[in-house]
């Protein structure tokens, strides 16, 4: 038996039942990735004698023989071949996870497959870029600049559209991410997996594992006998208080179906999925409650009542309830009874996974000095070292947390989901072991967005004043409360502030069931509020008969205005910073009329009889860093060939932070940014980092490193004066040198003539994440509905934000398209649908359709000319936020052509069709999502 | 992925060697896409040698092992396949639907490079593509059995279910043959999905014979494939509207409508109604032709 891979001959021989992509990797070829396991995402795409084949659902043996080629073996040399070329060009990537099978697939392509990128790319999955910018890559069609100055690359100072420093890494396939590490690495590697609950609740009754024992290369099995007692929460956050802790590392009760119960491992893989399978357990079964609802109502099972209220931070164990929220601002009722038109609905939204194209993995092990090593694919290695500590009574200087780059977070890897139980064989085995979760195991077993029932009231007069805005809020947290309060109240915060009313009531509250846990997303509760409150400010609009945006014009927060949502005083460290919303809510205005007249003059404005058109818009506000603290630290110091390493403790995961950093860093230091290495997300190298989530990559992340990079400055400026005698006033900072009254010190010379004098050119920045600022995005559609089939066609997409000053134009553009593109999915078809057992359905990508490049339509993307006060260089974070819009924007386009409200996501063709069926037949009473409307208005596109 | 309880990969085409924990592996995109705890060995269909496609007057013979790309590649390479006569090559204007049915595949072009036709029938999935062009052209299947026998039996009742078919443990499908008569019809195809170029949730294809005989083979909507025929004279030109209506009530009970997320069960009956009398508008006139609006679901 021996393949060809890349030019060289393999002899190894692969297992009987061996694919490709698990092949090539033991072979070395860690550029092959694996994003779904079973064929349908293309990120381990690879040419069989010059065939793209997805290597994953490819029989190993049957390249016995053939020539294989991988993203490795792409390049001539160090020429790369033109496709890498044009996507480094156009920065055809941000997590960079599904960018080889990207290339391997396009590299492929003739001029006629270029033509039809939506169906000749169809498998090919990337839940970053919303593949706008796949599509410039593949074409070749370079960047393509939002405005004139959008493209440029410049020197990589602030404004400018930097390239990605690990731009050549990704496009080659040699970027390492979690599990791309060499095995010499890790000498005697063992591998672990999961049995894992077919109960949502049950009390283990005995786990007997001496089967399991038996099979040949299983070395342990470890139960909740095995596991320490401290229950913590796999959320992480600055303050570990702001969860309950209601989590052990392994239970003697599982609480939803695909919950842990026992860790097997061994030798390789199959031997300890053969000890999964020789595990017996038996369950003393337990009532169960799948519906936040019903669970908390009287007599519902309690899910956590061994826990105590105070102790685990749970309200009330007894009644599920993790987290409520009761306030009144004004007088609700009499708001309701002095408005003209009165909209009451329930909204709800589904349960959404994040699919990060890279699952969550993790390798822990002890070195020997006895320290605990874990290399995870985490938005959180501070957090997760301190958890990890906290759980197993370690001193924080006994473990480190590395994540290499990261495959795509989105929320998801703000938990400990795997570093635990990693952790806790390793400790036991002295042994590295590595755990690397299925597709499957990330829809049953990981996280999901939290699902929000929200019970509207809003009232509004007929001179478009709002008078009440009333929430009545159920969030489901599953069988954990991981996020829970965080997601509720963050939820509530500034999907209501962003609105003057003098009469605002919120009733929420987050309860445990017997389903999967849900936890950070995207958004973070506010793209579930926005989607009703969106919903809810359209509606008053189209019945009082005013345009939507002009009702939103008299309503929304102008800057200086109080910002309050539950508390009569507003939140003291939230400021603005700056404020755009105006220009936002202009820009996709202005926008949306000019889509319309370019249809019109086209005489593209008549689709036919079953089509209706219509236009819809929303807005939404996120503060710019999370409450209660948001730490980073920087270290920033002069190398001696004259350029600059930065360490920052932030994770890479696609967001584009690493690029940002060395840009703020080159702007202090009039420098490149590609004279900025940045080395991070290593627990060793900086102090502290809260992480990479709540948007605070650049606005947090960033003001660190750009303070550490401005004392170098003076440090650098002060040492050419000290040696060279000028005065310090008369010296520059420049690119490679400082220029001191004419005479130029390189760089280079000057660490050199610094170490001789015993100088150290380093400097270091903190920052703490207060005060905060807001950012804005408004989302406006243009949408035709076929009402015989409920096909909805986007006709135009539209968002506008503001991100304040814009570091890195291209990759701003590229986050706001990517987040538009997922919200899409949630907006029309993803959704983690669980039985009545309780068993997630969807489990698999081909159950689960996330937006694939024929789904996502360009979207024009407008940038606010604002600066902020408090960002670093006016920047603001835009991250999380250009997603939340989204959702609302839709449904009220599709109300505006319709005349129908849908309350419900996802809004499938589907259930716009039946929703259109229901409406036009009056049952709007108890219909599943759509309900007809009096007073339409109707625009035509 | 892996399928690590496989022990062994056995090169054979024959039946006689399946045992139980043996699957047929033909092109691997779904034993590998799906994976397995309980199988043992692979039957490799991969040297089998059967030719994939194979042409005469009487109509073409898919070889099980087939792979969808080849297939794709039939309607351009038709004429070089048919054996050397001096007869006039025959016009058959049901091999459209080839390649419609290729693009009903959510799976990439490079999927198929490796999937077969036999695999995608024996996996017996109500949006099968390969079952529903097969079925709609009234292709016939040729099973092999374990004792060395063969059988022979339409593809339209090969599916049974989702995910259920009527082969026995063991049994291989070997070929699938279409006959001329259906190759020669006129046909037209219909197909709905929730998402552009997403998996089928109405798949409808119409044919009409030369003899006048209209057939109607709904897919996707329904568990298993549904056929309607009308016969020639007084059915088929009698059929109207209300007609048609009639025999999909008649044909297809509320609970055989397919249900999973691919589209909700009302949605599906409403679209194989709409769908259907399209393709009967199209097919055997009674009014304009419902070509333009037929479109609706294939992405743009």
Known sequence: MAMEINGTRHANEPRPGQCLRTFLREEGMLGVKKGCDGGDCGACTVHVDGQPVHSCIYPAVRAEGRSVTTVEGLADGDTLHPMQEQFLDAQGFQCGFCTAGMLMTASTFDDAQKENLPRNLKGNLCRCTGYRAIADAVCGTGTVGMDDDGARAGDGQVGDSAPAPAGRAVVTGTARYTLDVDPADYPGLLHMKLVRSPHPHARIESIDASAALRVPGVRAVFTHEDAPAQLFSTAQHELYTDDPDDTRVLDSVVRHVGQRVAAVVADTVAAAEAGVRAVVVRYEHLPFVLDAAAALAPGAPAIHADKDAATHRIADPARNLVAELHSELGDVAAGLAAADVVHEATYRTQRVQHVALETHASIAHIDDAGRLHVRSSTQTPYLTRRALCRVFGLPTDQVRVVAGRVGGGFGGKQEMLTEDITALAALALRRPVQLEYTRTEQFTASTTRHPFTIRLSAGARRDGTLTALAVDVVTDTGAYGNHAPGVMFHGCGESLSVYKCANKRIDARAAYTNTVPAGAFRGYGLSQMIFAVESAVDELAARLGMDPMEFRRRNMIRDGDPMLSSAPEPEEDVLYGSYGLDQCVDLVADALARGSARYREAGMADLGPEWAVGTGTALSMIDTVPPRGHFAHTVIELLPDGTYRAAVGTAEFGNGTTTVHAQLAATALHSRADRVAIAQSDTDLTDHDTGAFGSTGTVVAGKATLAAAQDLAGRLVAAAADITGVPAADCVLGIDAVACAGRALPLAQLHREAAARGLVLRAEGRWGGTPRSVAFNVHGFAVAVNTGTGELRILQSVQAADAGVVVNPRQCRGQIEGGIAQALGAALYENVRIGAEGRVETDILRQYHIPTFADVPRSEVYFARTSDALGPLGAKSMSESPFNPVAPALANAIRNATGVRFTELPLARDVIYLGLVDASAGTLAGSSAGSPVGSSVREQV | ?300
């Not at chain 2, 038709?78 to 459209?96: G, K, M």
């Not at chain 2, 390649?99 to 099968?128: E, H, Y």
């Open chain 2, 1 to 300: 992925m892996d399928m690590n309880t496989i022990e062994e990969l056995l090169p054979t085409a024959d039946p006689a060697a399946w045992r139980p924990g043996d699957a047929w592996l033909a092109g691997g995109t779904v034993l590998f896409s799906y994976g397995s705890s309980t199988l043992r060995r692979l039957l490799d269909l991969g040297a089998a040698g059967w030719t994939p496609i194979t042409v005469d007057a009487d109509g073409i013979e898919l070889a099980a092992t087939c792979t969808i790309a080849a297939l794709y590649e039939l309607p351009d390479t038709l004429p070089q396949r048919l054996p050397e006569t001096d007869a006039a090559p025959p016009v058959w204007p049901a091999l459209a639907l080839v390649r419609q049915c290729c693009d009903a595949f959510v799976a990439s072009f490079k999927i198929w490079n490796m999937s077969t036709v036999g695999g995608n029938i024996a996996t017996g999935l109500p949006a099968g593509p390969m079952t529903s062009l097969c079925a709609g052209l009234d292709g016939v299947a040729t099973i092999l059995s374990p004792g060395g026998g063969t059988r022979t039996m339409p593809v339209a009742e090969l599916v049974v279910g989702d995910g259920l078919t009527s082969l026995a443990p063991g049994e291989l499908l070997r070929s699938i043959r279409l006959p001329a008569h259906a190759l020669a019809a006129r046909v037209a195809y219909r197909r709905l999905s929730l998402s552009n170029l997403g998996r089928s949730g109405v798949l409808l294809i119409g044919r009409h014979d030369g003899d006048g005989t209209f057939v109607l083979t709904v897919t996707a909507a329904t568990q298993r494939p549904v056929q309607l025929r009308f016969g020639t004279r007084p059915d088929a030109d009698a059929l109207d509207a209300d007609a048609l209506v009639r025999a999909l009530d008649a044909a297809i009970p509320v609970s055989l409508y397919h249900d999973d997320i691919h589209g909700l069960p009302r949605w599906r009956r409403d679209m194989t109604y709409k769908l259907a009398e399209e393709i009967r508008r199209e097919l055997l006139g009674g009014g304009e032709s419902a070509g333009k609006e037929g479109r609706h679901g294939h992405g743009d």
